[in-house]
């Protein structure tokens, strides 16, 4: 009797424990690769390539057996249990199909080729997560990495403006369109929109149902070559609460039950923003709640730190883009070199599709 007593509770703590989600979350400082488009299983492990840096962590599942004998001992001598409680149908579903794009695009003075690639990889990256999720519900936004209207330089010049498209003359901007952070609907500069973007959310980012979503998109993320940079920087104030929160400027973007992808763009290193890899990478995190499981980090940069570089050879100098990417678990570091940025949106797609499984909305 006593035996039996016991394979009933060691079978009944066992249950309980096989019941949980199994999911480590949190942030990790370890410097790990994985192969652009591919993941792992397991800490244990690790690879690299030039295009793309971060660590994938899964927990390995565990099973448990029990004796599945019955025994003829009476009722009357076995001690009633009561009703054995539910553990509950375990962590609530995925992202389902909810994501939250935020691009942070350098207008850099040689970026126009790179923002050219950028706009030509995007329909067929919005194509694949259309494929994966049944009821794709995005938001996408393009923060303004400048933080002015116009080149202030231009101000008064009356006689000229209409030879210089960086300045819109006869145009008011509104309150938001010279905020660092926010959403931009104005792109200024040469080579940049300059026109006010046709946005259907009414918001100073697209939603779900956008008509002609590429053209939008276009639109936005035409940024132009102002010289404006900093997008790490520019990525932690898009997110801040004073932009995000109620009456900011991005208001409603970021969603507590979405995935939230950022995309970095930028052709240097980015060493001239505030704060440290270490403080963008905690950004991430806190904005989804603690999760690090909710976010997945594109940075296409120069690779000219890695031997056999698209952009040439500089080894030993500190690029602080890349070691964002190594601090979150579920990212993608592609050379800005490339012909193409289509490769790195299709990994980061697969990143997006996995983790949107295993995300359990705070």
């Known amino acids: 009797m006593v035996r039996l007593v016991t394979l009933i509770a060691v079978s009944l703590s066992a249950a309980a424990c096989n019941n949980g989600d199994g999911q480590q979350t949190g942030f990790s400082s370890s410097i790990?690769?994985?192969?652009?488009?591919?993941?792992?299983?397991?800490?244990?492990?690790?690879?690299?390539?030039?295009?793309?840096?971060?660590?994938?962590?899964?927990?390995?599942?565990?099973?448990?057996?029990?004796?599945?004998?019955?025994?003829t001992t009476s009722s009357s001598s076995v001690p009633d249990l009561g009703t054995i409680p539910d553990a509950g149908d375990g962590p609530p579903p995925g992202c389902k199909g909810k994501v939250d794009f935020l691009f942070t695009i350098s207008?850099?003075?040689?970026?126009?080729?790179?923002?050219?690639?950028?706009?030509?990889?995007?329909?067929?990256?919005?194509?694949?997560?259309?494929?994966?999720?049944?009821?794709?519900?995005?938001?996408?936004?393009?923060?303004?990495?400048?933080?002015?209207?116009?080149?202030?330089?231009?101000?008064?010049?009356?006689?000229?403006?209409?030879?210089l498209p960086e300045y819109p003359c006869g145009v008011s901007p509104e309150?938001?369109?010279?905020?660092?952070?926010?959403?931009v609907t104005y792109p200024?500069?040469?080579?940049?929109?300059?026109?006010?973007?046709?946005?259907?959310?009414?918001?100073r980012y697209i939603n779900a149902g956008q008509p002609m979503l590429e053209d939008a998109f276009t639109c936005i993320a035409s940024m132009g070559i102002?010289?404006?940079?900093?997008?790490?920087?520019?990525?932690?104030?898009?997110?801040?609460?004073?932009l995000d929160g109620p009456g900011g400027c991005n208001e409603g973007f970021l969603r507590a039950d979405a995935l939230l992808v950022v995309v970095a763009i930028q052709d240097t290193y980015d060493n001239f923003s505030d704060g440290t890899p270490e403080d963008w990478a905690a950004t991430l995190v806190e904005a989804k709640g603690g999760d690090a499981d909710a976010v997945v980090l594109l940075v296409i940069s120069t690779d000219i730190?890695?031997?056999?570089?698209?952009?040439?050879?500089?080894i030993g100098v500190e690029h602080n883009l890349r070691?964002?990417?190594?601090?979150?678990?579920?990212?993608?570091?592609?050379?800005?070199?490339?012909?193409?940025?289509?490769?790195?949106f299709a990994a980061a797609a697969a990143k997006i599709t996995e983790q949107c499984e295993v995300f359990a909305p705070q």
């Not at 309150?175 to 959403?183: H, M, N, W």
């Not at 006010?196 to 009414?202: D, V």
């Open 32 to 71: 790990t690769t994985v192969p652009q488009g591919t993941s792992s299983s397991g800490s244990g492990t690790s690879s690299s390539t030039s295009s793309s840096n971060g660590s994938e962590d899964s927990a390995a599942g565990s099973s448990a057996s029990s004796d599945s004998s019955t025994s």
């Open 107 to 163: 207008s850099a003075p040689t970026m126009e080729v790179k923002q050219a690639r950028l706009k030509a990889s995007f329909s067929s990256f919005m194509a694949t997560l259309e494929s994966e999720f049944a009821d794709f519900d995005y938001h996408i936004l393009s923060s303004n990495t400048s933080g002015f209207w116009g080149y202030p330089s231009c101000v008064g010049c009356q006689d000229v403006c209409e030879d």
């Open 175 to 183: 309150p938001c369109d010279s905020i660092r952070g926010a959403g």
């Open 188 to 203: 200024i500069g040469k080579h940049a929109s300059n026109e006010r973007c046709e946005l259907a959310s009414g918001l």
């Open 226 to 242: 102002n010289g404006a940079d900093g997008v790490a920087e520019t990525t932690v104030l898009a997110l801040a609460d004073d």
């Open 305 to 314: 730190d890695l031997p056999g570089a698209l952009c040439g050879n500089t």
């Open 323 to 344: 070691t964002w990417t190594t601090l979150m678990p579920h990212s993608v570091f592609g050379s800005i070199c490339a012909e193409g940025y289509g490769d790195y």
